[in-house]
């Protein structure tokens, strides 16, 4: 079936030890979104990429990254995690960023910084 | 700023009640509505979506009614299970956000047996 994959599904990390996430996607999707979401709270979008194209929101704090080396492969990196980076990080995907567009989630990378 | 927003944080009903979720946004320039549903530890999931120029879409079980004259959304769900026991978000996009979802804050609903 065509999905969202995201690795590993629980990651845990220390202080300032950079991290990174993957997702990957098997739909063929132009758009690629990182989201985070933190307890009790509704995701929030950090960046997307619209095919090579990076967008970033403007209240992303810089030690957020991201990279997508190829359509079906989209990585988060964190450099310096903080004790307050701790959260659910969802990848998204889309055919397209136009009208009507459906984000399609995958399950998630819980992270803990210790 | 734009915003989505919920009435209610939780609701708790009991299986075989209908269960009616609600959401109001702000963004009269919002033209595409969705609800997800997203249980613990998982990815939202979605469940309907419905244009502007809709006021009622049905799925199975599930109901969308889009009320854009008070800028009102709500998702009814038909003899609600234990499986249906989930945090629900709404989510918009349009004006000048295409692509871009705004979610709304989500309700609890818990199904009991």
């Known amino acids: 079936d065509a999905m969202v994959i995201q690795n590993p599904r629980y990651q845990v990390t220390q202080f300032g030890k950079p991290v990174t996430l993957s997702c990957s996607q098997t739909?063929?999707?132009?758009?690629m979104y990182w989201y985070q979401q933190k307890s009790s709270q509704a995701p929030k979008l950090l960046f997307h990429?619209?095919?090579?194209?990076?967008?970033n929101e403007a209240d992303t704090p810089d030690n957020f990254q991201s990279r997508r080396p190829n359509t079906s492969f989209c990585f988060l990196d964190i450099r310096s995690p903080g004790l307050g980076d701790a959260a659910m990080y969802l990848c998204?995907?889309?055919?397209?960023?136009?009208?009507?567009?459906?984000?399609?989630f995958g399950p998630g990378t819980r992270l803990l910084v210790l | 700023g734009e915003s989505v927003g919920l009435h209610l944080p939780t609701l708790s009903v009991q299986e075989g009640d209908n269960s009616i979720i609600n959401c109001a946004y702000s963004?009269?320039?919002?033209?595409?509505f969705i609800w997800y549903k997203q249980e613990s530890g998982k990815g939202p999931q979605f469940i309907i979506d419905?244009?502007?120029?809709?006021d009622k879409r049905q799925g199975q079980r599930v109901t969308v009614l889009l009320n854009k004259t008070v800028k009102h959304l709500s998702l009814q769900i038909a003899a609600t299970q234990p499986g249906d026991s989930a945090v629900y978000f709404c989510?918009?996009?349009?004006?000048?956000?295409?692509?871009?979802?705004?979610f709304g804050q989500g309700t609890i609903l818990t199904v009991h047996p």
């Open positions: 998204a995907t889309s055919r397209s960023n136009g009208w009507l567009e459906t984000q399609y």
């Open positions: 739909l063929n999707h132009n758009v």
């Open positions: 990429y619209y095919d090579k194209d990076f967008n």
């Open positions: 963004n009269s320039a919002s033209d595409y």
């Open positions: 419905i244009r502007s120029n809709m």
């Open positions: 989510a918009e996009s349009g004006g000048t956000s295409y692509g871009k979802l705004t």
